[in-house]
Structures are given as C-alpha cells and as structure tokens.
T-cell receptor, first 116, second 114 residues
Framework: DTAVSQTPKYLVTQMGNDKSIKCEQNLGHDTMYWYKQDSKKFLKIMFSYNNKELIINETVPNRFSPKSPDKAHLNLHINSLELGDSAVYFC???????????????FGEGSRLTVL | AQSVTQLGSHVSVSEGALVLLRCNYSSSVPPYLFWYVQYPNQGLQLLLKYTTGATLVKGINGFEAEFKKSETSFHLTKPSAHMSDAAEYFCAVSEFDGYNKLIFGAGTRLAVHP
C-alpha cells in the first residue's frame, strides 16, 4: 500500500507538448510538494500546497501549474515543454505546516520526464 | 536563506570499511536536520533526523549522525560498509519562514567495492 504514489513513472514527449503528472498520498498529511531533481541529482523545491492552498512557489516558469483538488492529491501540469524540463519530478508530503513540525518529507518514487 | 554543503560528491569505500559522509549547514537558529538515501531509480527514504535532544542520532541500516552546533555539522557515519549501502545520500535542513520546507545538499554518491 504505497504512501505517496505518482503517475506516470516515465514520460517521454516532444518539445512543445503539454503533459501532466499526478500524485496521491494516503498518509493523511496536510501538505504536499513538488521537487525537481536535475541530471546532477540536485533537488529543488518547486511548489507546496497546504490543505489545497498554494503556500510555496519557488520562481518556477508559469508554464508549470500545480493543482490540488483536495489535500490528498497534487498534480503538476506543464505547458509547452522544453528540453530543459527533462528531469525527475518528485512528489512529497508532510504532516503539517505549523511551527514546531520538523518538515520531514515522505517521497514518491519520482516521475522521469524526458523531452526530445 | 539556509544552505547545506556536502563535501565530496563521490565517496568510495571498501566493503567493511568506515563510511563518513560530511554535511555542513548554515543556520542562525538550531535547525532540524535530516539524512535521506536514494537508491537507483527510487524515491528518497529517510535515514535519520535530528530535531531536539540527544545530538547523536541513530537511523536505519546501522547509520548514525552527530549534530555538532559549534561546527555547524551533521556528518553521517556507519562503522562497516555493506555493498547494499551504495546509493546517493542527501543531507537536508528544515527552513521555517512561515512555512516549512526542506533545503537539500547536492548529494554524495557512495560507492562500495569488494
């Protein structure tokens, strides 16, 4: 029973296309995130939602649009894909966003996006 | 903003040897610190974390880390490496600026050879 699940695991597409990645968590957490891992393995936060509200948006091109229909789901839609968008995108969740919470993240297995 | 520095992007050890992966952070307040491990083609898994209390933290798979405030360090160690320890290891610090987020180091790839 996977705690944080992402689909698809692999995605190969052409430049200019639009694609979506879906994420679901069954941990009952309030907060979800998207992280991008580049070819050098560097992890950078993109977005965070707390109870369906966008709380972190880290200078990401507006071609990237997250959507959270409920607190258990966070999807990522990417318009007009570019070569530089090729990366592994990780969804994660954490229990909450209150001071005193440690910020510990629970990760999905990642979605590898390849733009040709 | 906080930052995390992992010294050595690649570390290679023999099976049975000591593993030492270095992590330094910048923070003006006592941070929460984490080590995550990423096996090939998988997501990140928590190895251990320091929040408060005892500065020597034990994690899974025989790993431990010590929080040293005076050195702003949180180095990861394991007394005896196993082939299955080969993976990418990430140190992270929690930054709270109204909202929690984890800031990751660049990662250290650990290779274990027979």
């Amino acid at each position: 029973d996977t705690a944080v699940s992402q689909t698809p695991k692999y995605l190969v597409t052409q430049m200019g296309n639009d694609k979506s990645i879906k994420c679901e968590q069954n941990l009952g957490h309030d907060t979800m995130y998207w992280y991008k891992q580049d070819s050098k393995k560097f992890l950078k936060i993109m977005f965070s939602y707390n109870n369906k509200e966008l709380i972190i948006n880290e200078t990401v091109p507006n071609r990237f649009s997250p959507k959270s229909p409920d607190k258990a789901h966070l999807n990522l839609h990417i318009n007009s894909l570019e070569l530089g968008d090729s990366a592994v995108y990780f969804c994660a969740s954490s229990p909450g966003q209150k001071a005193g919470d440690t910020g510990e993240l629970f990760f999905g297995e990642g979605s590898r996006l390849t733009v040709l | 903003a906080q930052s995390v520095t992992q010294l050595g992007s690649h570390v290679s050890v023999s099976e049975g040897a000591l593993v030492l992966l270095r992590c330094n952070y910048s923070s003006s307040v006592p941070p929460y610190l984490f080590w995550y491990v990423q096996y090939p083609n998988q997501g990140l898994q928590l190895l251990l974390k320091y929040t408060t209390g005892a500065t020597l933290v034990k994690g899974i798979n025989g790993f431990e880390a010590e929080f040293k405030k005076s050195e702003t360090s949180f180095h990861l160690t394991k007394p005896s490496a196993h082939m299955s320890d080969a993976a990418e290891y990430f140190c992270a610090v929690s930054e709270f600026d109204g909202y929690n987020k984890l800031i990751f180091g660049a990662g250290t790839r650990l290779a274990v050879h027979p």
